[in-house]
């Protein structure tokens, strides 16, 4: 396994489309929030609380969002959308949504891949080429050693860690994933990335960097989606290397 992007570029992409993550992690709070608005109760909340934090949304937004998420403030009903379907090339997408409105969701998600060389397809259409997988990302430090992390992260029920350059990634069953998070957080350690997505077991690629730049276009547009949560794809060249 092991995806490809480094640390800068995973941070650079975090910090171009930061307001847009304020939104977007809102919408995961208040959805995690439904199931109650305690984290220590709710690991899907403490989570979503985690990745906020990480990206620097305040206080007061997070403890707004679960307060929409319980009820205690009048919010938003959003429901879970996911889309499958080709890029320019033959790269499989995945794009995953929470959205207030279906039909306005389903529509500009549509547009985007006509638009750019793109197909959507069908449920089913693509997802078999990946494998549904926690990841949680950490950057490689000189005080972090990588037999102890891979122990702590074995005991706590993680089934693989991949050493990058830059790097350390877990892979999780997404059942386990919480447990994980949640052992791996008590040890003081910190995440880069920290999800439940689509692993590609499987990868391709455009024939030219034309084409690579029209990929590159269409997934910006589709993760500048307000309503669009996240965007999994198959391509084996790193898209935050394109210019």
């Not at 447990?179 to 030219?208: N, R, T, W």
């Amino acid at each position: 396994m092991g995806r490809h992007g480094t640390i800068a570029g995973r941070k650079a992409a975090q910090d171009s489309k930061r307001s847009a993550m304020f939104t977007k992690y809102a919408r995961q709070i208040i959805v995690a929030a439904k199931a109650g608005g305690d984290p220590e109760y709710n690991a899907t909340l403490r989570v979503a609380i985690a990745k906020a934090k990480g990206i620097g949304m305040p206080n007061d937004n997070i403890k707004k969002a679960i307060k929409k998420g319980t009820g205690e403030l009048e919010g938003e009903s959003y429901s879970e959308l996911s889309f499958e379907g080709y890029g320019v090339g033959g790269v499989a997408v995945i794009v995953e949504a929470l959205t207030d409105n279906t039909n306005r969701t389903t529509a500009s998600v549509r547009s985007t891949f006509d638009k750019h060389g793109g197909n959507l397809g069908t449920p089913g259409c693509v997802s078999y080429m990946f494998n549904r997988k926690g990841v949680l990302v950490i950057e490689k430090t000189d005080e972090l050693d990588e037999d102890e992390l891979m122990m702590m992260a074995l005991d706590a029920g993680a089934e693989d860690m991949v050493v990058n350059e830059d790097s350390f990634e877990i892979y999780t069953e997404p059942a386990a994933f919480n447990d994980v998070h949640g052992a791996l957080s008590e040890a003081g350690l910190e995440f880069v990335e920290a999800e439940v997505e689509y692993v590609p077991s499987m990868e391709a690629a455009p024939k030219d960097e034309k084409e690579l730049k029209r990929l590159k276009k269409m997934i910006d547009i589709l993760e500048e989606n307000d309503d669009v949560q996240k965007v999994h794809h198959n391509c084996s060249v790193d898209l935050e290397e394109i210019e």
